[in-house]
């Protein structure tokens, strides 16, 4: 019996001493495991200042570094470091931008991709080629100028490269979406350059009364748009005739408990009260419309070609006072929509009431 007893603590001092060789072995083999990053193109087209989004795969959750190599695969910089991704696809966004704010230049580049796991083990380098080409327009050096009611309001610009000119004006309650865009030049040339505009919509009416932003927009011959600052201006009315102001930065609201309100401002009120009995007089007896979709155009004429004279949003109502067929057969309807715009609207894109 004792040498049983002594059998069977032998057998188990020695289940112990080769449990910690087991632990070991199994974290060795979790350390061994390879992490990868795949790509869903082998090169990419990107224009500076114009996110680029490249697909990837990754083995495991980790932590991704991106480099930006030259083509002869030299490292020239860092583009990030430990960022964490999880497992499976993913998108990795870039615009060929420096840390300090400036663009590469044109031609043939390469970014290389590296994941690192969460015992740091990393993986092979993905290289991809990347192009770029031109960057994206700017409109820069922005002014503005009154100083002559007779004259049209003008905007005085830098264009960094030739194209189309566009004016989008933002009622300051929304400045994620134009009330309406001024189409100003179709044949810009790069350098300076001075914007004209008249105040006046392609419909005819005048700028209502209130607080305005306004942003100039380049558009290159690839249909590319510049995103550059907006200019504040604030419409008023004298005597007969409406001039704005430059106020230079976004109009704020202080209400009674002391909050600044941005956006809401008197004069928008003001306006919407002016033409309230324009509004009003215009509907008499015409029937109203529900907008179906969001982002629906109200065009100065009834055909795709014309101006855009704001964004309609969905669930906006509209007065219609006539309809009309373009010549493809197209059915619009001419409407008086909110702040006071008149313009037409095709026919699929609103439900009588």
């Given at each position: 019996?004792p040498?049983i ?8 001092l020695?289940?112990l ?5 087991v632990?070991?072995s199994a ?11 795949e ?9 500076p ?20 190599l ?10 990030c470091t430990d ?5 499976g696809?993913?998108?990795?966004s870039w615009?060929g ?5 400036s ?15 969460e ?6 380098e ?13 409109v820069?050096?922005v ?5 002559n ?15 189309s000119?566009r004016?989008?004006i ?6 994620q ?5 001024i189409?100003?030049?179709?044949k810009a040339?790069?350098g300076?350059a001075?914007?004209?505009w ?7 009416d ?32 004298e ?5 704005p102001y ?14 600044l ?8 009120d ?6 309230a009995?324009?509004e009003?007089?215009?509907k008499g ?6 907008v179906l979709?969001?982002?629906v ?5 009834p055909t ?7 964004f ?9 006072l006539d309809?009309?067929?373009a010549?493809?057969?197209e059915l619009?309807y ?9 313009g037409?609207v095709?026919?699929?894109l609103l439900?009588?009431?």
């Amino acid at each position: 019996m004792p040498r049983i007893r002594r059998l069977l603590i032998f057998a188990l001092l020695a289940l112990l001493a080769l449990l910690p060789a087991v632990g070991v072995s199994a974290e060795e083999a979790i350390r061994q495991v390879d992490p990868k990053v795949e790509t869903d193109a082998k090169s990419y087209t990107l224009r500076p200042g114009l996110e680029t989004d490249m697909t990837l795969t990754l083995s495991m959750p980790g932590f991704l570094t991106v480099r930006a190599l030259s083509a002869d695969e030299v490292e020239l910089e860092t583009v990030c470091t430990d960022v964490e991704f999880p497992s499976g696809k993913s998108v990795f966004s870039w615009n060929g931008e420096h840390p300090d704010g400036s663009f590469y230049d044109q031609g043939e580049y390469k970014l290389g991709f590296t994941l690192r796991d969460e015992y740091g083990n990393v993986s092979a380098e993905k290289l991809v080629k990347i192009e770029v080409g031109e960057p994206r327009p700017v409109v820069s050096n922005v002014s503005f100028s009154n100083e002559n009611a007779k004259k049209p309001w003008t905007f005085d610009v830098t264009l960094s490269v030739a194209g189309s000119v566009r004016l989008d004006i933002f009622r300051t309650s929304n400045l994620q979406s134009p009330a309406c865009q001024i189409d100003v030049s179709k044949k810009a040339e790069a350098g300076d350059a001075t914007i004209a505009w008249d105040g006046e919509l392609e419909s005819g009416d005048t700028l209502a009364p209130g607080d305005y932003a306004v942003r100039v927009v380049l558009i290159d011959k690839d249909d590319v748009e510049s995103l550059d600052e907006l200019v504040y201006i604030t419409v008023v009315e004298e005597g007969k005739s409406v001039m704005p102001y430059l106020t230079g930065s976004e109009p704020t609201v202080e209400t009674e408990d002391g909050d600044l309100d941005a956006a809401e401002s008197d004069s928008d009120d003001a306006a919407d009260r002016d033409t309230a009995d324009d509004e009003e007089e215009k509907k008499g007896d015409s029937n109203t419309a529900i907008v179906l979709k969001p982002d629906v155009n109200l065009r100065a004429k009834p055909t795709t070609d014309s101006v855009r004279i704001l964004f309609l949003d969905k669930n906006d109502v509209v007065t219609v006072l006539d309809t009309t067929t373009a010549e493809n057969g197209e059915l619009w309807y001419h409407v008086y929509a909110r702040s006071g715009y008149e313009g037409y609207v095709r026919g699929d894109l609103l439900e009588l009431q």
